[in-house]
């Protein structure tokens, strides 16, 4: 049974930071393409970043220079540390995976930023 648990959201005030982590099972980690979507209230979900099996990354212009996401292959683990938050990336962020046809999604986990 593949599982992809995500954990490390919460409130947080603009400006601070975050990190979340995403934990896999029942995949063979190291060949899946992992990312980061987000889904605000009302709009369609979005890529935030997304790092490759060799572990190049690209990001969403709008979280450019300030999230990073990184993986951890002995740890089937993939994170995305988000500094310099604003309210505007209020939203669930939800963890997937991708290897050819293949694609998981975790349950999504809530970050809120407000003062």
């Known amino acids: 049974q593949v599982q992809l648990v995500e954990s490390g959201g919460g409130l947080v005030q603009p400006g601070g930071s975050l990190r979340l982590s995403c934990a896999a099972s029942?995949?063979?980690?190291?060949?899946?393409?992992m990312a980061w979507y987000r889904q605000a209230p009302g709009k369609q979900r979005e890529l935030v970043a997304r790092?490759?099996?060799?572990?190049?990354?690209n990001y969403a212009d709008s979280v450019k220079g300030r999230f990073t996401i990184s993986r951890d292959n002995a740890k089937n683990t993939v994170y995305l540390q988000m500094n310099s938050l604003k309210p505007e990336d209020t939203a669930v962020y939800y963890c997937?995976?991708?290897?050819?046809?293949?694609?998981?999604w975790g349950q999504g986990t809530q970050v809120t930023v407000s003062s």
């Open positions: 790092i490759t099996t060799g572990g190049r990354t």
């Open positions: 029942g995949i063979i980690f190291s060949i899946y393409a």
């Open positions: 997937n995976g991708k290897w050819g046809v293949h694609e998981y």
